[in-house]
T-cell receptor, first 108, second 113 residues
Framework: GQSLEQPSEVTAVEGAIVQINCTYQ??????LSWYQQHDGGAPTFLSY????GLEEKGRFSSFLSRSDSYGYLLLQELQMKDSASYFC?????????FGPGTRLSVLP | IAGITQAPTSQILAAGRRMTLRCTQD?????MYWYRQDLGLGLRLIHY???????GKGEVPDGYSVSRANTDDFPLTLASAVPSQTSVYFC????????????FGSGTQLSVL
């Protein structure tokens, strides 16, 4: 089976840096994806790590360590619009399994 | 604009009734998925289809059925709705079964009373 764990909530102030962690336990692992979901909206793709290391996309970066079964999403220069839920996901085999999500609140 | 269209946007349904949630994509993606989202439980996979003509069960398939007669359409049917099926339902697609990027529809809010 597969399971992914994330913190339920994270709070940070505008302009700060925040890291959202994701640990996983899977019988097979393909790669780690990250999705953003605003309240009332649909999840949207942010990034993907198929290999160990850091992937940078503007203010967002994502990291994967297969040996530690661990990854994180790093958000820099936080803006109010970054307040949302963030989900890590393992696209294992024939389907995607999502973590429970981390709700990020950005304060002024 | 290319993407995934879900219908209806929301629905209130009496328990025991049959309901089909519609999902259509125009991106010619091979793989399609149905997820339900409940507070605190994240997104849970109900059924998936890797290509037209094939379907598979996800984590929570009981009480739901799907079909994939063509590439574009992937309807989800609740044969006899129960209150525990109250949820937000998202349809998604990806180019292939192991593609890292999912595209989601806007969701259907379903309430079963």
């Amino acid at each position: 089976g597969q399971s992914l764990e994330q913190p339920s909530e994270v709070t940070a102030v505008e302009g700060a840096i925040v890291q959202i962690n994701c640990t996983y336990q899977t019988s097979g692992f393909y790669g780690l994806s990250w999705y953003q979901q605003h309240d009332g909206g649909a999840p949207t793709f942010l990034s993907y790590n198929g290999l160990d290391g850091l992937e940078e996309k503007g203010r967002f970066s994502s990291f994967l360590s297969r040996s530690d079964s661990y990854g994180y999403l790093l958000l820099q220069e936080l803006q109010m619009k970054d307040s949302a839920s963030y989900f890590c996901a393992d696209n294992y085999g024939q389907n995607f399994v999502f973590g429970p999500g981390t709700r990020l609140s950005v304060l002024p | 604009i290319a993407g995934i269209t879900q219908a209806p946007t929301s629905q209130i349904l009496a328990a025991g009734r049959r309901m089909t949630l519609r999902c259509t994509q125009d991106m010619r993606h091979n793989a399609m998925y149905w997820y339900r989202q409940d507070l605190g439980l994240g997104l849970r996979l109900i059924h998936y289809s890797n290509t037209a003509g094939t379907t598979g069960k996800g984590e929570v398939p009981d009480g739901y059925s799907v079909s994939r007669a063509n590439t574009d359409d992937f309807p989800l049917t609740l044969a006899s709705a129960v209150p525990s099926q109250t949820s937000v339902y998202f349809c998604a697609s990806s180019e292939g079964a192991t593609n890292e990027k999912l595209f989601f529809g806007s969701g259907t809010q379903l309430s079963v009373l």
